[in-house]
């Protein structure tokens, strides 16, 4: 069946996974990849696929309400798929009302947009939301996440991503719209923006920097690879119920020091270094503030009812994803240039 679907934020880390995927995987489909490029979108990291002739770019602002309602007019899309958002969260911290305005704002206009948009037909179109499993808070020692946990944000980012999905299930609770949210747990990859831990920690490490670890490097993530999600995100646009939550993630929980002592392994094999050098580099610094323990995502629902389960086991995706940023040395100087040597500065005069 042809499709023409919106992915918002596809020049970023994860959006341009499943924006990849949609393309190559379904060239009956148009897509149209809408984003604004702030720092963290990067068009680079679609190279393979800007010329296929069901892929198309429009650059815009999904906090332009107008812009939004002339793109809908032109291009009639059947779906939206949204990944836009402000996603990191130590910048939350230093700049919540970006979060706010992207977040929850930026939520609302597509979703008002679709509404106006697909009046009438609610059940031949589709708004899919990508969230985050941070909604849920934190958890200690034991637990994990399911999809009727409660909400518990505790970060500026946490909190707008939150907002963001109460206004998508409140659109589908008041006006009958078909919305799905899915809630993922940490991602790791290619293309991934070198201010979060694992691509920082690796860009540090070649460069013999120190890598920072927050507090005493006690928290624990869950880790799933970055294809793993846009998969789950393929599975789940095509499959759910509208109305439908489902938590993805990989059971792959590791505590930051222990995955940092990890990857300076594997540079040092990689690198030709004699092991123990790297993590030599291993730096404590003053820890996130409202800093999260722990989280772990069950996501026994979307095996069961959808078959998914994760492909890569974690040591074999760190491997793939240290290679990746070694061959890619370009992308990597790249992005860490201009603006991003100002952030890294700021953030860590502090730590
Ligand atoms: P990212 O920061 O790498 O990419 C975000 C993209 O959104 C960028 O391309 C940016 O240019 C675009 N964007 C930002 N503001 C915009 C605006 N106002 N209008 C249009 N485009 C805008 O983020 P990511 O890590 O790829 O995360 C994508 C989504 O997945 C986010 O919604 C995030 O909350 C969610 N998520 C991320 C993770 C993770 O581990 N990274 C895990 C679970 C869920
Ligand atoms: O859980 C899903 C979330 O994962 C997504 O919703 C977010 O968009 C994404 O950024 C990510 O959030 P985290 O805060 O968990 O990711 P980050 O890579 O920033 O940090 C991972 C852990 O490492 C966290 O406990 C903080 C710690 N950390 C992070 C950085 C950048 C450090 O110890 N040192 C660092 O320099």
Redesign the pocket.
């Known amino acids: 069946m042809n499709k023409t679907i919106i992915i ?8 341009s996974h499943v924006v990849r995927r949609f393309v190559n995987t379904y060239p009956e489909y148009t897509i149209i990849n ?5 720092y ?3 068009l680079a990291n679609l190279k393979d696929i800007e010329n296929k002739p069901n892929y198309k770019f429009v650059k ?4 332009d309400a107008i812009f939004l309602k002339n793109l809908f007019s032109e291009e009639k899309p059947d779906a939206v798929i ?7 969260v130590d910048r939350s911290i230093t700049n919540p009302i970006e979060f706010v ?3 929850v704002v ?1 939520t609302a206009n597509l979703l008002n947009t679709a509404r106006e948009q697909w009046k009438g037909e609610y059940d031949k179109h589709r708004f899919y939301h ?4 941070e909604v849920y808070g934190a958890l200690g020692e034991s637990g994990m996440f399911t999809e009727d946990t409660k909400y518990d944000p505790h970060s500026p980012y946490s909190a707008s ?1 939150a907002g963001s999905d109460h206004f998508v299930r409140a659109y589908h609770d008041t006006y009958g719209m078909d919305c799905v949210i899915s ?5 790791y990859g290619a293309n ?2 070198p201010e ?1 831990l694992i691509p920082l920690a690796i860009n540090n490490i070649k460069n013999n920097k120190p890598v920072p670890v927050y507090g005493k490097g006690e928290n624990v993530r869950d880790w799933l690879w970055v294809e793993d ?1 846009a998969r789950a995100i393929d599975v789940i646009f095509h499959k759910a119920k509208a109305g439908d939550t489902y938590n993805i993630g990989g059971h792959n929980e590791w505590k930051n020091i222990n995955l940092i002592k990890l990857l300076c392994k594997i540079m040092d094999k990689k690198l030709g270094r004699e092991e123990g050098t790297s993590e030599k580099l291993i730096t404590y610094v003053t820890d996130r503030a409202g800093h999260d323990l722990r989280y772990a995502i069950d996501s026994t629902k979307l095996q069961k009812e959808l078959g998914w389960v994760p492909s890569l086991q974690f040591e074999e995706g760190l491997e793939k994803t240290v290679d990746w940023y070694l061959q890619n040395e370009e992308w990597l100087s790249e992005v860490t240039s201009g603006a991003y040597q100002k952030y890294y500065e700021q953030q860590y005069k502090t730590k």
Request: glycine share 16%; aromatic share 4%.
């Open positions: 918002t934020g596809g020049a970023g880390f994860i959006g809408l984003d604004k490029l702030t963290a979108g990067n815009g602002d999904i906090t949204h990944l836009a958002a402000e996603s990191h305005m992207t977040n930026g990508v969230s985050t499993d991503k809630n993922c747990s940490n991602n991934h923006f979060k999600h």
